[in-house]
């Protein structure tokens, strides 16, 4: 095996060894990279979801103190009702923005979101049609289902939470005693409505509340409580955080102080048949802000999450990070010392064999690089220069000889100012064509032409003027013919075209495209003249054995004499 195959083959297998080293490394870490940007998603997917959770729930205290308000409603009411829809609204479109925004979430819980809307729409129906009566036409029992179609959305909603939770859990299982936590807290809170609600009927109709209501608030009132001890259980990380502390202390003087008291007030006045000293409006001013801090709780531990699941998913990136930067300074040095090695071994040896090969077959055009090394492979590379060197010098100047006998052939054949044929080089041409017509039979034309009142231009515009239109139109013929076709300066203005093989009519097709290609084309001046340049063709051919160049200029100069003769700017033939 050849040395360079050889250094292939090794350099091959370390790569695809290392390559696959550094992508395991890689590809492992893009995963717990990709599983904790997952996990933040789906925990932002909570958060926004228990946002939703909460707003559906506060709107029911402005809807119940509208059901429980008289005609006309209060505008500020009305307004408190009006605010809580749009920030319902905007939750839930916030929360279908977020999921749109990525991968989509399991179908469980979209297709729980989806039951969300037609169910909100058509609790606001029930209310804002049994507010629209008057306060004596609303039946108790109709106010009752009414807070019970409100209820019913937050189960749905929570189905939705509950989905993401699970999901953010697989991801995250440390965290589900934190979402556990959060989850409880939200409960709480649609819990603590509840309890609210169920003194609507009773503070609308101005009505004691009755046996089903009471054992309902009993009820409540014990799930209440599980909650709030649940939510107190040092059973997670946070549990000592500082704003945890806070919140929970806040929860505790607010709603189970404030809260509960103005409840356990109601129910006292109902048992004992008295008045109640406020309606569900005025009821729910001073209960809903009670239930605050309950949110607080939920905030607290959900903000515990979402740092903790941002903190991995920094540093899953800065592993990623690492591992991409490791692999490429790895594969960096390898490439390196692949590259030392090959300048320093492999290519210094390449290029003294190629040149030892070269220099036998007589081969001089490639080059030997010289080195300073002070090795044997230098002394190798040197030595090969100069021997190069002494050969080159001597093919420079055989080089140099051939390159001045064809500028001197070049110099004889060319016209000086045009750059095309002379007559002569036209001549041999010529003969060398017309050779050839006559042994296979074909017919030959020529075209002869010169430029129409060439003297006036020299005696108006200066000869300089006349060398400018001399080279323009053979630049123009030039630019017309096509492949085969033969153009020279013929003397003075005069020019000449022969066509590849074609008869008479050909040619002069040939001569009138040339004809209107000159008189298109006016020259500018540089003194700003600018000269409409014409010119005058004759044309002529022949074929067979008889045909010879001589006549056939003949025979073109009388025809150019005929197109002059007749007005010029014209082909004659």
């Not at 107190?232 to 404030?258: C, H, I």
Request: charged share 25%.
């Amino acid at each position: 095996m050849k040395l360079t195959r050889l250094f292939a083959v090794s350099i091959a297998v370390l790569a695809l060894l290392s390559g696959a080293m550094l992508g395991h490394i890689v590809l492992t870490e893009w995963n717990n990279y990709r599983a904790a940007a997952d996990g933040l998603r789906m925990l932002e997917l909570v958060q926004k979801s228990m946002l939703a959770t909460e707003k559906l729930s506060a709107e029911r205290g402005p809807a119940n103190g509208l059901m429980g308000d008289g005609l006309p409603h209060r505008a500020l009411r009305v307004q408190r009702l009006a605010d809580a829809r749009e920030a319902s609204d905007r939750a839930l479109a916030d929360l279908r923005t977020c999921i749109d925004a990525g991968p989509a979430p399991s179908a469980a819980a979209l297709a729980t979101l989806r039951r969300v809307q037609p169910a909100l729409l058509a609790a606001r129906r029930t209310v804002d049609q049994l507010a629209a009566l008057e306060q004596a036409q609303r039946p108790p029992a109709e106010l009752t289902a009414a807070v019970e179609q409100m209820f019913a959305l937050v189960p749905i909603i929570m189905e939705t939470v509950n989905e993401f939770s699970r999901s953010s859990e697989q991801r995250y299982p440390q965290f589900a005693v934190i979402q556990q936590n959060a989850r409880f807290a939200v409960e709480l809170r649609e819990y603590a409505g509840r309890l609210g609600s169920q003194l609507t009927a009773a503070l609308a109709g101005r009505q004691p509340l009755d046996d089903t209501a009471q054992r309902q608030i009993q009820f409540i009132e014990g799930r209440i409580e599980q909650l709030r001890q649940l939510i107190k259980l040092p059973t997670n990380s946070v549990a000592a955080d500082p704003r945890l502390l806070v919140a929970v202390r806040a929860m505790e003087q607010r709603y189970f102080g404030d809260g509960l008291a103005l409840v356990a007030e109601m129910v006292r006045a109902s048992r004992a048949g008295l008045p109640y000293q406020m309606d569900t409006g005025q009821f729910a001013e001073r209960y809903v802000p009670t239930m605050t801090p309950i949110l607080r709780v939920r905030d607290v531990l959900l903000e515990a999450s979402l740092e903790q699941a941002r903190q991995a998913y920094d540093t899953a990136q800065r592993q990623l990070l690492l591992a991409c930067a490791t692999g490429a300074l790895t594969l960096l040095v390898l490439t390196v010392l692949v590259l030392i090695v090959r300048r320093r071994v492999i290519r210094p040896l390449l290029w003294a064999t190629r040149a030892l090969v070269n220099l036998s077959n007589g081969d001089l055009a490639s080059e030997v690089r010289g080195t300073g090394r002070r090795d044997e492979v230098g002394d190798l590379l040197r030595a090969l220069v100069a021997l190069r060197a002494g050969a080159l010098d001597k093919q420079r100047l055989e080089q140099e000889r051939q390159h001045l006998i064809e500028e001197l052939r070049r110099s004889a054949d060319t016209d000086y100012l045009t750059g095309i044929l002379n007559r002569r080089a036209f001549t041999v041409a010529g003969q060398l064509r017309m050779r050839g017509a006559q042994e296979q039979d074909l017919s030959l034309a020529v075209i002869l032409f010169d430029i129409d009142h060439f003297k006036s231009v020299n005696d108006c515009h200066g000869h300089d003027a006349g060398d400018q239109v001399l080279i323009r139109v053979a630049a123009l013929v030039r630019h017309e013919l096509r492949d085969g076709e033969i153009l020279a300066r013929y003397g003075g203005e005069e020019f000449v075209v022969m066509p590849a093989y074609c008869d008479l009519n050909a040619a002069r097709v040939v001569a009138e495209r040339l004809r209107r290609a000159i008189e298109a084309e006016p020259l500018p001046l540089v003194d700003g003249h600018i000269l409409r340049i014409t010119a005058s063709f004759g044309v002529a051919a022949a074929s067979g054995q008889r045909a010879a160049l001589d006549s056939l200029f003949h025979a073109a100069d009388l025809a150019l004499y005929r197109a002059k003769h007749l007005g010029r700017n014209r082909v004659e033939g």
